[in-house]
């Protein structure tokens, strides 16, 4: 397997990027016994001894030991040895390359699984070369460019992954070997306890005990029991009931069938006994959950999605937020309704605190299937609502019977956009053109007229114009070379400077307005570039949002067109 450019089988092309180092002193000197990690990270230890639970597997860490650990895992530092550890700390991340052409690929931050199940006793020689390298990244000293530096970061992070993947491969794992042995023997076990869950999943409408549980897992029903409520925090038969609950719960709401019906579609073959069961989960019996689902707690996982439920009158309990991301007119929103806001890494998904907050129902938008189904243990969900605010708002008041008042803010946006285009009546009649152009790390795109969110703001709903060399872009935002930037020459032109967790743009943004092809164009000679927010103008588009953005498109633009 190669890392570099790591090709799977489902042609998907993954990348892995350089965070940041400090001293294992350093990391862990602001943090208790027990944490849990916010980025991937690998550790090098140089001195010292502890032993470690990750994730409630235990690991033993010495002089020349490689482990690695995945973002959102759980450590407790359980035993150390002498005065504690010493070493270094890689944060790094791993990109998914979402697709490829002639210019680079899209990348998407992916969430890691760690390759060795323990630590890595690197070689003598690999001890030295390792221990060198790191420590010259940490005190660099004249003479390397910033490029060397970053060859060298990358060039590192790829052997030792690679030495990671390879121990994995060939079994070389090492570590307390008494606390593996008792490992392998409950491995088979809790493996086995996994699968029977996962059939409930897929079975949950199908006849089911805690004895045919128990045989699937070829154990007894005493200690499957056991080991299922380790697992779960619920005995068996609690959970299968709670999980056939959840999935009545969207049944009723999403597909509107009656309660005798759900019952059998979930496996209750008494519809007295399920509406029993239903009350004593939801605390309301079927009849009555579609009024009240509501006011339940509900979790967004999008903050646009929880504006346009504000918007609808319904006031989710809590919403995930990426802090860098959030723009302020819905931090304003969310605080003046009691919004409770969980903060998360991007692309990341918090399935603890979205347990600890007693959520009863998750909105959500597209997810990958094994995020759906961790999320189905949690709670009763509807996900695959629409990228675009006006869809999503139409499916949201389906979801939850507001139709009038999407009506309301439909009609509301209606108005603030031709309000926008006669403001801009006289842009839009000498057809202009406008350009939104985004600036990332690794080049750069621009925003395709055929889109949702802003797209739809700018070339449908206000009737601007996009450069037409650039009509042709299908994609939300497309790929474009600097050389290409003289053929659209556009009027006016917006700059996003893409904003991404761990991410520096200021070497493309430093080469775009150095460029001959940027100095050229009539907008840049003219004044007439904006810059805007990633948070605002790609997270922000809902129903407030929406006001917020017209309001700065009509400034920058009537502006410049007075002078």
Avoid at 217 to 240: C, Q
Avoid at 426 to 453: K, N
Avoid at 504 to 511: G, H, K
């Amino acid at each position: 397997m190669s890392l570099y450019g790591e090709e799977r089988r489902d042609m998907e092309q993954v990348l892995f990027r350089w965070q940041g180092l400090q001293t294992l002193e350093a990391y862990l000197k602001p943090i208790a016994s027990h944490f849990y990690t916010r980025n991937n990270v690998l550790i090098y230890v140089t001195g010292g001894s502890a032993d470690w639970t990750i994730n409630e597997q235990v690991i033993r860490l010495e002089p020349g030991s490689l482990a690695g650990i995945a973002a959102g895992s759980q450590v407790e530092i359980i035993h150390a040895v002498g005065f504690g550890l010493k070493g270094w700390v890689i944060d790094f991340c791993q990109y998914e390359v979402l697709h490829t052409d002639p210019h680079g690929g899209e990348l998407m931050r992916q969430r890691w699984s760690v390759p060795a199940e323990g630590p890595v006793v690197l070689d003598i020689l690999a001890k030295d070369e390792v221990g060198e390298q790191l420590e010259q990244l940490a005190f660099p000293g004249k003479g390397r460019s910033g490029i060397e530096q970053e060859l060298i970061r990358q060039q590192l992070l790829y052997l030792l992954l690679d030495t990671l993947y390879k121990a994995a491969n060939s079994g070389e794992q090492t570590g307390n070997q008494a606390v593996k042995d008792k490992q392998i023997a409950n491995k088979a076990a809790d493996q086995a306890v996994l699968n029977s869950i996962d059939y409930v999943h897929q079975h949950y409408d199908k006849p089911l005990t805690r004895e045919a549980m128990a045989k699937l897992a070829d154990l007894s029903p005493w200690h499957y029991s056991r080991k299922f409520r380790a697992m779960t925090g619920k005995p068996p038969l609690e959970y299968l009931n709670q999980y056939r609950i959840f999935r009545a719960q969207e049944r009723l709401l999403l597909a509107g069938a009656l309660a005798q019906d759900v019952a059998k579609q979930v496996g209750f073959e008494d519809a007295y006994y399920f509406s029993r069961r239903f009350k004593q989960f939801t605390g309301v019996s079927p009849k009555s959950y579609v009024r009240s689902v509501a006011s339940s707690r509900i979790c967004v996982l999008s903050a646009t999605y929880a504006e346009s439920l504000l918007a609808l009158g319904i006031v989710p309990h809590s919403v995930l937020v990426v802090p860098l991301l959030l723009p302020e007119h819905q931090r304003k929103a969310f605080e003046r309704h009691g919004v409770k806001m969980i903060p998360v890494p991007q692309y990341m998904i918090d399935y603890q605190a979205i347990q600890a907050e007693r959520t009863q129902f998750i909105v959500s938008p597209m997810i990958s299937e094994g995020t759906r189904r961790h999320l189905m243990t949690i709670a009763p969900m509807a996900i695959g609502f629409a990228a675009d605010m006006m869809g999503a708002i139409s499916q949201l008041a389906v979801l939850f019977r507001r139709e009038r008042e999407a009506e309301r803010v439909y009609a509301a946006i209606s108005a603030a956009a031709a309000e926008a285009r006669n403001r801009l009546a006289d842009v839009i009649r000498t057809r202009a053109t406008v350009m939104v152009l985004r600036v990332e790390p690794f080049g750069y795109r621009y925003l395709g007229a055929h889109s949702f969110g802003v797209s739809r703001i700018l070339y449908r709903e206000l009737g601007l114009t996009i450069p037409s060399v650039l009509n042709e872009g299908q994609g939300w935002f497309n790929p474009l070379r600097l050389e290409q930037l003289p053929l659209a020459n556009p009027r006016y032109i917006f700059v996003e400077n893409r904003i991404t967790e761990g991410e520096d743009n200021q070497q493309s943004l430093q080469a775009l307005m150095s460029s001959k092809y940027w100095r050229q164009l009539d907008a840049v000679q003219n004044n007439r570039v904006f810059h805007v927010e990633t948070g605002l103008w790609v997270n922000g588009c809902g129903p407030i949002g929406h006001a917020e953005i017209l309001r700065q498109i009509i400034a920058s633009i009537t502006k410049q067109a007075a002078q």
